[in-house]
């Protein structure tokens, strides 16, 4: 496929990006949304995934896709925020910018980062805050995700130490600011652009041109992104073609009200009374997944029923993943893998069991990482606005038929 026709094959599909407003009234959370038709029509470079909107790209990944710690390219979810997205990037003439307080603004090409500098690779997951916000109500502002906002794979790059080093810093430089190829529509609002402290910066953060052994697909960020392992995906600048480096934080909409969440223990806030405090979301909640059964599966009576997952946090790392199937009376584990892949990664679960009696049956499915945090029950976790880091015990609700 030519890159330049890329959007000509895109073809409207039914439904529009959710966007949620609030109402007045108890503020709660409950299990996600989980039953979303998936498309009938594919984007370029993915299959089928349930669809919000086609201008800009917002797909879901379907429960059934995490069962694995990999999630392939072209079932990996989109998320952009502003419709203009270049319809052609020529990866020969392509070019990441550097400027501000550095020693020497340069402008590196594709080839170069992929001939001149020291090659990595580091899996790591990539989760949108805001996953799973139909877990909040009232209804949250922003794209009504479902559980599917999230996907691990295998990035390659180089490490951003070593872009920033060509470039050299100047001793008072202090923030980078990161900014992509996608544009508003009006003038007056205001581009996509994050912010990262120096001081956060590690050897982990790269800039990304392959996923999983392939070059990136244009919807998840072609031909360059950034990678910010452990953080939610908004830091993860896609199409990312210039970075800033300033003495001082800037007053951008996208880092002083947007993607925040309120400063207090419980993170949460009424929408009565929202939280005047508030500090940007950041490092991911521990979570896990059931990807198989899915919820109105029916399985055998008095046959063993082998259920898969996966669980992940922000790069602490799993210690267990647990199932139960009496509404959390009692828990039992479940077998991990190896954790080859790393702490950013997804670790993949399973656990066999055999029900039995006939009806419905509803699994609950919650990781502890080595930290000690657990996942919370939906009913434990406070609402906040803008409908992020919900990380809920997840449930599926099967059949057992005779």
Same mark, same amino acid.
């Given at each position: ?42 984007? /370029? ?39 203009? +997205? ?12 550097? &400027? $501000? ?6 402008? +590196?090409?594709?080839? #170069? ?24 109500? /009232?209804?949250? &502002? ?8 999230? $996907?691990?794979?295998?990035? =390659? ?12 810093? =100047? ?34 953060? +790269? ?15 072609? /031909? ?19 970075? #800033? ?27 009565? =009374? ?23 599966? =029916? ?15 922000? $790069? ?11 509404? $959390?009376? #009692? ?36 990781? #502890? ?6 996942? /919370? ?15 809920? +015990? ?9």
């Amino acid at each position: 496929m030519r890159r330049r026709d890329f959007f000509k094959k895109a073809i409207a599909v039914a439904g529009t990006a959710a966007v949620g407003t609030n109402v007045t009234k108890a503020a709660q959370t409950q299990h996600p949304v989980d039953n979303r038709k998936v498309s009938d029509i594919a984007f /370029p470079q993915k299959r089928p995934l349930i669809t919000y909107s086609d201008r800009p790209p917002l797909l879901e990944t379907p429960r059934e896709v995490f069962t694995s710690a990999l999630t392939p390219n072209d079932l990996f979810f989109v998320r952009w925020h502003m419709p203009m +997205i270049p319809t052609y990037i020529n990866p020969n003439k392509f070019s990441l910018h550097i &400027n $501000g307080l550095v020693n020497h603004e340069i402008k +590196i090409s594709l080839n #170069t980062l992929k001939t001149d500098f020291e090659q990595v690779e580091l899996t790591a997951v990539l989760q949108c805050g805001g996953n799973n916000r139909t877990a909040f109500k /009232p209804t949250a &502002n922003g794209i009504q995700w479902g559980v599917g906002a999230m $996907g691990c794979a295998k990035w =390659k790059g180089v490490r951003l130490k070593d872009v920033l080093h060509k470039a050299g810093l =100047k001793k008072e430089a202090a923030w980078l600011g990161f900014n992509g190829e996608d544009k508003a529509v009006y003038q007056e609002t205001a581009n996509f652009v994050r912010e990262l402290d120096l001081k956060e910066l590690t050897d982990d953060i +790269i800039l990304a041109y392959e996923m999983n052994g392939e070059d990136l697909p244009y919807l998840n960020g072609y /031909p360059l992104r950034l990678i910010i392992p452990g953080f939610y995906s908004d830091s993860w600048i896609k199409m990312i073609s210039n970075i #800033t480096v300033t003495k001082e934080r800037q007053k951008l909409h996208f880092m002083e009200h947007a993607y925040r969440i309120p400063d207090n223990a419980c993170e949460c806030e009424t929408p009565e =009374k929202l939280a005047t405090k508030t500090k940007p979301i950041e490092e991911m909640n521990i979570n896990s997944l059931i990807g198989y059964p899915i919820s109105g599966t =029916k399985v055998k009576n008095n046959a063993e029923l082998i259920v898969r997952g996966v669980a992940f946090d922000g $790069g602490h790392g799993i210690k267990k993943v647990e199932l139960s199937t009496d509404n $959390g009376v #009692t828990w039992k584990e479940a077998k991990l893998d190896d954790s080859t892949q790393g702490r950013y990664a997804y670790r993949s679960f399973s656990y066999a069991f055999t029900p039995k009696q006939s009806g419905t049956l509803t699994i609950l499915c919650r990781a #502890t990482n080595v930290k000690g945090e657990v996942q /919370p029950f939906a009913k434990e976790i406070g609402w906040n606005h803008g409908g992020y880091k919900y990380n809920g +015990i997840d449930e599926v609700i099967i059949e057992v038929v005779s």
